[in-house]
Each structure stands twice: as structure tokens, then as C-alpha cells.
């Protein structure tokens, strides 16, 4: 049973940064492609950022340019560094495997509360 644990979030100031981190046990973390993801209250999770298992990136527009998604293979661990946080980036973040045609491969995680003041 893969289990997904997040961590890392908080309460910041517009403008301010982050790194989230996510702990992967019992896959075969270093095949897999892995995605951040959030849900902002009343609306539908997201995904924010993708990264290859040979480190290929993507990222939403809404954060290109200011979140950076990296991974440690040897630790089965990927990360989020966000950068100038706007009070929209206000969500719960998870990360998962990413699949085919937005689907997931693992059961979610508890997520992270990122939480981004005015």
C-alpha cells in the first residue's frame, strides 16, 4: 500500500515563500511521473506542477515562473518550492503519481494547508 504523506505548509505573507515536501512509501517511486496538486475551498483540485521521472517539468500558468517542483529519487521524495505566494495560492496541496488523462495512481495524502495572508 502506497502511502503519500505531505508536509511544509503554513502561513505567509503575499510575497513570501514555501517548500512543501512529499514522502512516498511503498512505490516504485523513481518510474514514477509525480504532480502537485491543490484544492482551494469550493473548488476542484488542480494540478500546479509535474515532473518526469528523468526531472521533464510542467507547471499551471497561474504558477510558471515562481513554483519549482524537484525530486530526490534516492529519498522517494518530491518537493515544491513556491515562490511570491499570492493569497490565490491559498489551497490544500497534495502530491500523487500522475497518470493518464488526470487520473492518480495513489490514495490522497492528508495534504499540506498553505495558507497566504494579504
Known amino acids: 500500500q502506497v502511502q503519500l504523506v505531505e508536509s511544509g505548509g503554513g502561513l505567509v505573507q503575499a510575497g513570501g515563500s514555501l517548500i512543501l515536501s512529499c514522502a512516498a512509501s511503498?512505490?516504485?517511486?523513481?518510474?514514477?511521473?509525480m504532480g502537485w496538486y491543490r484544492q482551494a475551498p469550493g473548488k476542484q483540485r488542480e494540478l500546479v506542477a509535474l515532473?518526469?521521472?528523468?526531472?521533464?517539468?510542467n507547471y499551471a500558468d497561474s504558477v510558471k515562473g515562481r513554483f519549482t517542483i524537484s525530486r530526490d529519487n534516492a529519498k522517494n521524495t518530491v518537493y515544491l518550492q513556491m515562490n511570491s505566494l499570492k493569497p490565490e495560492d491559498t489551497a490544500v496541496y497534495y502530491c500523487?503519481?500522475?497518470?493518464?488523462?488526470?487520473?492518480?495512481?495513489?490514495?490522497w495524502g492528508q495534504g499540506a494547508q498553505v495558507t497566504v495572508s494579504s
Open positions: 500523487n503519481k500522475a497518470g493518464a488523462y488526470g487520473s492518480v495512481g495513489y490514495p
Open positions: 515532473i518526469t521521472s528523468t526531472g521533464s517539468t
Open positions: 511503498g512505490s516504485i517511486f523513481r518510474i514514477d511521473t
